[in-house]
């Protein structure tokens, strides 16, 4: 879902980022230059501005701050995540850039839960939709500019000269006749005091000195040496490690339990019943685990114990066959089906799939009769905060969150209904007064639901003559990922359809003539939410590979067949054409070796990829990746090659192995072993390229993984013959091998 489309903040249509930016003022913190860039809240939400923390005068909102001290340090808190996807590094050089700072000198802290930091576009403290830094590019480089003049004001009213006279670099201002020279840190207490300008000029970017430059990350050295925070290296005095025994079958409810072995083991302080289950209280992790082990628990039983994900996909060939609710119709499918020579009717699946981030999830709590405190690696930090205000009936400002470097995100750490958050903070409450570091082991984390969806699809699409599509009609079952949230009131339209469920399908970019997409919301059984890329990552797999088929039903080079789609949208075929080319498409792979592509759209990025895979049996190895993306200006072209790689191997991951089961309403698998990802040793090679444009900016964290499952597939079928439409393929292929 592209965020930008949604802009709940502002009801006016032509409402764009300059209107939410304002720099409203300065003020001092202890001493020293304070920026606020502002959003028009104040602290409890309401319309106007707020103080920024600290500040002794002038109003502030901020939506970051720009901190300079007189010691020279330069300090920006971000309202983001950093979850490995490089918005640490990214929205910093943006502020670096206009402030004339190497962004190699800037700290970075992660900003507290306040209304002036929620998301442009919607009214929530988040990180999600790959919308991090290209949401507040502008914003920052506008804080930035805004410093730097206030710097340069301050240094022309000292030394009694025109401020045109002077300029920065490198942290310093600098006279015309470089004999005179003040470092910020000396100017900040007075540039404090200077009147904040309301309009500042930004740099023509064909004089950015880091923007658009490989720019190594800021927070790799703290990750490296320990002293970056995860959730699970959170400390406090007095802290009791605690693991929840749940129910093992989805739905069940505890029947009772039997304390005594638990409460004997080494280390455990206490057990006892919340309302997620059974928590075991230790000293330390791992006499939290044997007590939960020793524990005896009774479960009552669940209507969801005959749920298995075998007779969903019955259900769901049902639901396909009958038909959904209208997303998307163009022209006269049913006809155009009717009078085409050449039609395919296939089906597609996908499986429900884990988030599997390295780091489980966790949460520190201390809970006081009057005040609640909050240590976690989050993505939702305003929702969370408000969830747990309400469930403890606290004023939301009685509640502090503190976040964390988060140990991978992809989603589950913005869920929807806060599970792991709330779980912790009751877990925490039952123990009043003490701090409590609720953790989930690996099978917890794994079979805690909260599932990328399972998604079917039929398509029925058809041919002419010439090998031109001249029809498509898709119907889609998936869960919609939207409506289960929040947000729904703000993407949902009155006709229903969840815009998760179609995104990559409805409106991709290809030319058909007849076009339909229908869509049902299947069975809510199972708790799903937003998994990297959210419904671009079944879209562009059905898509993709349908079109593959379409392109050998027609004798078509599949490269061609996209090329002649394609000839409205020069963006697409310059980003398909670069990937062609780095890959030498058209030459014979090596022997053995043979070759596919796919094309997606997402988040305001295009993405192309080919990849090179070998089958033996079946084994399917993928040897080379080649990527080419179109994500408008990129800021760290460092961040967004490895946002293309991690996207990969997230995507292939998923693709060749990646599933959850239910058998008997329990999810099956529950760690590595049997839900793998790719190792070191399987890694393909993988080469990036960025294809410079003037196209607005893109968003980077996720449009590398839609399409990599289809071109492994469509490099399987020209291989092997064999048509992949069902995921993983490694279970496809067991299949087709029996």
Partial sequence: MNLKSLNANDSSADAGLSRRYFLLGAGVVSAGLVVGLAIARRNDGSPGPVRAPGATSGPFAPNAFLRIAPDDSVTVVIGKSEMGQGVYTGIAMAIAEELDIDPQRVAVEFAPVNAAFNHPYLPAQFTGGSSSTNTTYEQMRKAGATARAMLLAAAAGEWQTDVSTLTTNDGRVLSADGKRSASYGSLATAAAAVAVPTDVTLKDPAAFRYIGKHQRRLDSPLKVDGRARFGCDVKLP??????VARAPVIGATLARFDERAARATPGVVDVKQVPTGVAVYATNTWAAQRGREALQADWNDSPNAG???????VEYRQLLARGGKVARNVGDVRAALKSAKRSIDVEYELPYLAHACMEPLNCVAKVDADRCEIWVGTQMQSMERDLVANMLGLPAEQVALHTTFLGGGFGRRGN???DYVLEGVQVAQAMLGRPVKTIWTREDDMRGLWYRP????????????????VAWGESIVSQPVIKASAFAKFAVKEDGIDPSTIEGTADMPYSIANFGVDIDDGNPTIPIQWWRSVGHSHGAFVVESVLDELAHLGQQDPLTLRRKLLTEKPRHLAVLNAAAAMASWGKEAPAGRSRGLALHESFGSIVAQVAEVSVTGRQVRVHRV????????????????????SGIVYGLSAALSGQITVENGRPVQGNFDTYPVLRMNEMPAISVQIISSNAPMGGAGEPGTPPIAPAVCNAIFAATGQRIRRLPISASLRALGS
């Fill in 307 to 313: 749920f298995s994900t075998d007779a969903l996909r």
């Fill in 454 to 469: 399972f998604v079917m699809a039929r398509v029925r699409a058809a041919i002419d003559v010439r090998g031109m599509p």
């Fill in 626 to 645: 080649w990527c080419a993306i179109d994500c408008g200006r990129a800021v760290n072209p460092d961040g967004v090659v490895a946002q293309m790689e």
């Fill in 238 to 243: 007095d802290m009791l490690v605690a693991v």
């Fill in 416 to 418: 929807p209904a806060a």
